[in-house]
Structures are given as C-alpha cells and as structure tokens.
C-alpha cells in the first residue's frame, strides 16, 4: 500500500490529557520521522507538530484518535503523491 509524508498537528487547551495524548503517539511511533513540542506556559494552549510518513489510513487513525479526546485539536495535510 502506498506510503505519504505529511504533518500532524495537534492544539492541547486541556492539559490534563497529556498522558492520553503521549500514548496514542506511541501507539503510532512507527510513522513519527519528528516530533516538536511547544508548552507554552504563559498561555492556555500547547502544541506538538509531529512530520509523519505512513499508509493513509494509518495516518488518519491516529489523528481520529486524538481528535477525539475532549480539549485536543489536531489536522493533518498528507502528500497528495506517493513518496
């Protein structure tokens, strides 16, 4: 099955469910090439950037997994090409 290169990013307003949201990563960590992390202490948001390569699908279920957590946000752009 074809493979794409791509972002996935994910908005947490709900810090508590950091471990919930480390967990799913790591669940997916055979697609993560990168991971970045920004806190953001001053403001009520933090972000993780993560650059990905997978199968579509695969892509897709981590991202429906952690937009389902209440109080994360996450959007993923994939390669329109195979790569």
């Not at 990168?34 to 933090?46: E, I, M, N, W």
């Amino acid at each position: 099955m074809e493979k794409r290169i791509g972002t996935v990013t994910i908005l947490i307003v709900d810090r508590s469910k950091s471990a919930e949201i480390n967990t799913i990563i790591s669940d997916y960590s055979d697609l993560v090439l990168c991971r970045q992390g920004l806190p953001f202490h001053d403001r009520p948001v933090a972000v993780i950037s993560l650059i990905v390569e997978g199968q579509p699908d695969r892509i897709n279920a981590l991202t429906g997994k952690l937009g389902r957590l209440e109080g994360v946000e996450t959007k993923a752009i994939l390669t329109k090409n195979n790569h």
